[in-house]
């Protein structure tokens, strides 16, 4: 979520295929996605520009192959968060 113009982005990533975009939006409605996002224990990362890059993206559209590797980053971090990472797992490459 970006404090300047609030904006929230939710993604779905089943561990296969490619993560798809399943919310997004701006002032009260990123406020919403943030609020039912912690309220169910999902791990939530601040990061303004890629917010603002896969808010671009159409609701239910997979993200594009220019943002794999900052949603991988992402997805680590939700990963390692909620001790879903695998002990002694290598990070991917960067």
């Given at each position: 979520m970006t404090a300047a113009r609030r904006t929230a982005v939710a993604l779905e990533y089943r561990h296969a295929g490619v993560p798809r975009i399943t919310?997004?939006?701006?002032?009260?409605?990123?406020?919403?996605?943030v609020e039912t996002a912690r309220?169910?224990?999902?791990?939530?990362?601040?990061?303004?520009?890629?917010?603002?890059?896969?808010a671009r993206v159409e609701l239910d559209e997979e993200i594009p192959e220019a943002l794999?590797?900052?949603?991988?980053?992402?997805?680590?971090?939700?990963?390692?968060?909620?001790?879903?990472?695998?002990?002694?797992?290598r990070r991917p490459p960067t």
């Open positions: 919310a997004k939006g701006q002032g009260a409605v990123a406020a919403t996605i309220a169910a224990g999902v791990a939530v990362e601040e990061n303004p520009a890629l917010a603002e890059a896969l794999y590797r900052a949603v991988a980053e992402v997805l680590v971090f939700v990963l390692r968060a909620t001790g879903h990472w695998p002990a002694g797992a």
